[in-house]
């Protein structure tokens, strides 16, 4: 995949260069050994975009070489989020050093580079406030760490492993299948999140009873016995009422991926005690 980016990436300089950059610069090169006549307006024009063209090509260029360098420097001193960080951080630091160098070579003074680029912030802070947030967002995910890439995590009706925290969605897997929800930075904001890690974790259900045997207790201590011995399983049992009646509430701990195992396993057992299938 990367070797796929990096010829799409060397194919369009090629194409800017065959096609914008070596034109322009041969008129321009033409125009000062006097071959060719270029009025004025149409020079400064075309020294403009062949300033801003080659800068900008040669940025790209040096990201592409280097960029891969920043996770290596910091190899022992952060985790993939930092890593990643870091690097966004790399890339826009240098595209704003270029588009100073443009300026500084078009003739801008460092006054007015300063108020241009102020009135542009603003401007396009309030164009795309929603892509701000979701930076902003992005940025308190990576550093204040309420998860990370691999943790298992629960927010509003979606839960999975996540694989990537990108800057406008956190990309989670439900389960071992392909499948995969993308939830938007902003939510995690507005509801609780809920991390289950990478490890295990207790989850719960409950089992409700309509027909009480006589000897429930000694029902519940064969299915204790039977989850441990038979199946590895460890879990509490524990009575419990509300309004819809007798219950019994199963506590275990289990992985992500083993969770629904698991509880159909401890179902199985209780059904067999019980001797009552429900509808």
Not at 25 to 39: D, F, K, M
Not at 125 to 151: N, Q
Request: net charge neutral.
């Amino acid at each position: 995949m990367k070797n796929k980016i990096s010829s799409q990436l060397l194919n369009h300089i090629i194409i800017l260069f065959l096609f914008f950059i070596l034109p322009i610069s041969a008129i321009l090169l033409a125009e000062e050994q006097g071959l060719v006549a270029v009025p004025e307006v149409i020079d400064d024009f075309l020294k403009l975009v062949d300033t801003v063209l080659i800068s900008y090509t040669i940025a790209t260029v040096f990201l592409k070489l280097t960029v891969n360098i920043i996770p290596k420097l910091f190899e022992n001193v952060g985790k993939k989020e930092e890593k990643i960080l870091l690097s966004k951080i790399y890339i826009g630091f240098i595209y704003a050093l270029t588009s100073v160098i443009v300026f500084w070579q078009v003739g801008i003074g460092t006054q007015n580079i300063v108020i241009f680029l102020g009135l542009v912030a603003t401007g396009f802070a309030f164009a795309i406030r929603e892509v701000i947030l979701s930076y902003f967002i992005w940025f308190i995910l990576l550093t204040k760490k309420p998860f990370k890439i691999g943790d298992y995590i629960s927010i509003g009706d979606e839960e999975g492993q996540v694989k990537h925290i990108g800057l406008f969605y956190v990309v989670i897997y439900p389960n071992k299948c392909r499948d995969f929800y993308k939830i938007p930075n902003r939510i995690f904001l507005e509801k609780p999140i809920k991390n289950y890690g990478t490890g295990t974790f207790e989850s719960t259900f409950d089992y409700y009873i309509k027909d009480i045997p006589d000897d429930l207790s000694d029902r519940i201590d064969k299915m204790l016995e039977k989850a441990k011995v038979r199946e590895g399983i460890d879990t509490r049992l524990k009575l419990d009422s509300d309004c819809d009646g007798l219950k019994l509430t199963a506590y275990y701990r289990s992985t992500f991926h083993e969770r629904e195992n698991v509880k159909h396993k401890l179902l199985s057992i209780i059904l067999e005690e019980i001797n009552v299938i429900q509808a």
